[in-house]
């Protein structure tokens, strides 16, 4: 399965993005699927879980922030992020909980003050 995520770009603080993450094949046999942040100089960290049925868990970071969401017909998760802030920058990723696929090239979140 290869995961293609899309959507980021360059944005104002308190503006809104939102990543796609679609998936070459179903997801649906993996029990969750995560949205992932790396931010420069620092580790991968996840900020969002959606499970196959739907729960979903976030990091404190972006609680109430980012939603996330799945359309399991289109092979495909969603992050919703408004109230973007600069400590939001990195690149965004998708996978699989744990992680078990090729992590892709990411999108790219820029937010400026």
């Known amino acids: 399965v290869q995961l293609q995520a899309s959507g980021g770009g360059l944005v104002q603080a308190g503006g809104s993005l939102r990543l796609t993450c679609t998936a070459s094949?179903?997801?649906?046999?993996?029990?969750?699927m995560d949205w992932f942040r790396q931010a420069p100089g620092k580790q991968r960290d996840v900020v969002a879980s959606?499970?196959?049925?739907?729960?979903?868990t976030y990091a404190d970071s972006v609680k109430g922030r980012f939603t996330v969401a799945r359309d399991n017909a289109k092979n495909t998760i969603y992050l919703q992020m408004n109230s973007l802030q600069p400590e939001d920058t990195g690149v965004y990723y998708c996978?699989?909980?744990?992680?078990?696929?090729?992590w892709g090239q990411g999108t790219v979140v820029t937010v400026f003050s």
């Open positions: 996978n699989t909980k744990p992680a078990m696929l090729n």
């Open positions: 094949r179903s997801i649906n046999r993996f029990k969750a």
């Open positions: 959606i499970s196959v049925d739907g729960m979903t």
